[in-house]
């Protein structure tokens, strides 16, 4: 689950830090008996952090350039390639992309370059578990975002389509 923290006031100055407005991804929901949450944020150790801090955000929030961090993987057309934020660059297993590439869209901002669609269409966390041999290996990579691609379509057209579909005339009704 990812959350995006709301509140970053008062907490135990022992604690790491949250960021106000970035995103975390939840390793674990401690629910308690008066029915309050607390989160297990990933990166963070045992800190529970109360849920009252974050919002939950969907499975398919927007995703942006600013929120990718080094040691996740990115996929561009079937293509797997390891975000290095410290060098502004994604690394693949024979190829390298600038991250100055991108928009916060994760759109290629030249897109068509060489008649190829650059943009991120899957972002990744990565598993280092057993080092860089098996990271580019989608069965070990837990999908964080997907873009999902839309038609825009009037009423006419779907409905051109499904009479297409159905081979008969329809009526549409308000019940």
Not at 67 to 85: A, H
Not at 118 to 129: A, L, M, P, R, T
Not at 144 to 165: C, G, H, N, P, S
Request: with cysteine; proline share 1%.
């Amino acid at each position: 689950m990812i959350v995006k923290c709301i509140n970053n006031n008062d907490i135990n100055s022992s604690w790491p830090k949250l960021t106000l407005g970035a995103y975390y991804e939840v390793e674990k929901v401690k629910e308690f008996s008066n029915g309050e949450k607390a989160y297990n944020l990933e990166g963070f150790g045992e800190y529970a952090y109360d849920s009252t801090r974050f919002e939950v955000e969907e499975d398919n929030r927007s995703f942006h350039l600013s929120d990718l961090k080094s040691g996740m993987v990115i996929e561009i057309k079937d293509q797997l390639y390891l975000v290095i934020r410290d060098i502004s660059m994604f690394v693949g297993k024979t190829s390298y992309i600038n991250m100055g590439g991108y928009g916060e869209s994760l759109k290629y901002i030249h897109n068509g370059l060489h008649g190829y669609n650059w943009d991120i269409v899957k972002v990744y966390q990565g598993n280092f578990e057993y080092g860089l041999e098996n990271l580019f290996h989608k069965d070990q990579l837990k999908l964080l975002w997907e873009r999902k691609e839309y038609i825009d379509m009037t009423l006419a057209e779907v409905l051109a389509i499904a009479e297409k579909q159905v081979g008969k005339t329809i009526y549409i009704t308000d019940k």
